[in-house]
């Protein structure tokens, strides 16, 4: 069983910046792909990007590409999302997700096996 805590959410102004990180509570962290979600209030929870196991290989929503970085260090089972030049849009509950992969790619959307429980992002204008 693989738990996920997210942290580092809060209130910014619009152009601000937040990090999120997300600590696994699990021995073989390098072998999950890893991956970040959100969901606005009235709306479905959309991707925002993952990284693959070893952090070769990244992938993001065209919403968040070029002002959001998802990175990892399997020594401290942490994944991190810095998110920049945050837009009121962005406001929505954050979760991050796992799911443990033999390859070194990225898994599909609907791969993922774990939830952590959310942090909520607010953007105000």
């Known amino acids: 069983q693989v738990q996920l805590v997210e942290s580092g959410g809060g209130l910014v102004q619009a152009g601000g910046s937040l990090r999120l990180s997300c600590e696994a509570s699990?021995?073989?962290?390098?072998?999950?792909?890893m991956g970040w979600f959100r969901q606005a209030p009235g709306k479905e929870r959309e991707f925002v990007g993952g990284i693959s196991r070893r952090g070769g290989s990244t992938q993001y929503a065209d919403s968040v590409k070029g002002r959001f970085t998802i990175s990892r260090d399997n020594a401290k089972n942490t994944m991190y999302l810095q998110m920049n030049s945050l837009k009121p849009e962005d406001t929505a509950v954050y979760y991050c997700?796992?799911?443990?992969?033999?390859?070194?790619?990225?898994?599909?959307?609907?791969?993922?096996?774990?939830w952590g429980q959310g942090t909520q992002v607010t953007v105000s204008s």
């Open positions: 997700a796992a799911t443990m992969t033999t390859g070194y790619g990225l898994p599909r959307r609907n791969e993922y096996d774990y």
């Open positions: 699990v021995r073989t962290f390098g072998m999950y792909a």
